[in-house]
């Protein structure tokens, strides 16, 4: 059966997802099926789909599936619990939220098979709405870039983290298609490793130079010279320009400061949320410690050893150069605010 909408992660068929099992890339390629609200947020939680973008539509097509499951007895209602337990599969991406609010909206005085029509057109209507913000982004930001750079980039925002094209993965996509840059630069990101594991495979499918580099080499690359710009993805984009984004994130934008070199934050308008002033508003998501204590499976460290496994961090506002969504782009953000960039 052929999908109806088909993206690099997600596939949506009607009565059932399929994602792309990150977990298992880029050695294996396995698509897992999800049938139930329940299955989308094991899959949100564990990491099997990330990238805020597709972890919202993840969870719009989750709500559908569930109102599918309740058949003609469902309603706004009886969908309440599903809610809860969606959002908190994930608490720092908050286009989770805005998804789910968006889903809410659409079942509102809705029941049975009208609502279950209503929630399925609105999910898919999120995916495809995401897949041409993606190439408004890049457009946007594939313009900022000097030429004839190698862009450094952190964890991974391309077609695998959104509906489509990518966030800051797509500017760079964009900016190679129109000759502006001879490459990239990928950060390890750990202790996920979406840098070594999926934007490389990004890159190298679409054969994109790509040089990987542990997260810790980033002063280096920098100080020689082989950076011309850092291109990154937010999860949440506070009202002063503040940003949570992949844990490290802010370190490369220090870095980025010293070395005077553009540092670029491009997400969709979606994860602006004018109701946090500022980061310190903003939830970060501990992870268990297990994730920093191996990698796939294999002890690194004391199986008792205390870890802080943050998964994101806070980039202050005044650091970031520019902020780039599908609505435009605002530069020096600490001094000229997002509101603009805000979903409208």
Known sequence: MEPLIDSAALRWYGTELALLD?????????????????????????????GAPAIGITAAYGLALAARQQGRACTPEKLAATVRILGQSRPTAVNLYHALERMQEAALHLHGEGLIDALAR????????????????????????????????????????????GTALGVIRSAWQAGRIEGVIAGETRPWLQGARLTTWELMNERI???????????????????????VGADRIAAN?????????????????????PFIVAAPSSTVDLERPDGRDIRIEQRPGEEVRSIQGVAIAPENVKVANPAFDITPAELITAIVTEQGVVERP????????AQG
Do not use: F
């Open 22 to 50: 990150q977990r298992r890339l880029p050695g294996e390629t396995r698509w897992l099926t999800v049938r139930d609200a329940d299955d989308a947020a094991v899959a949100i939680r564990e990491m099997a789909v990330r």
């Open 122 to 165: 609105e999910a898919e209507a999120i995916h495809r709405e995401d897949q041409a913000m993606n190439r408004r982004l890049a457009e946007h930001g594939a313009a900022l870039l000097p030429e004839g750079i190698q862009v450094y980039t952190h964890c991974n925002t391309g077609a695998l983290a959104t509906g489509g094209h």
């Open 209 to 231: 130079p790509v040089t990987l580099v542990v997260d810790s080499a980033a002063a280096h690359m920098m100080a020689s010279g082989q950076v011309g710009a850092v291109v």
């Open 241 to 261: 320009g503040d940003t949570a984004n992949k844990i490290g994130t802010c370190t490369l934008a220090i870095l980025a400061r010293h070395y005077r070199l």
């Open 334 to 341: 600490a001094e000229n605010g997002v509101a603009s960039l």
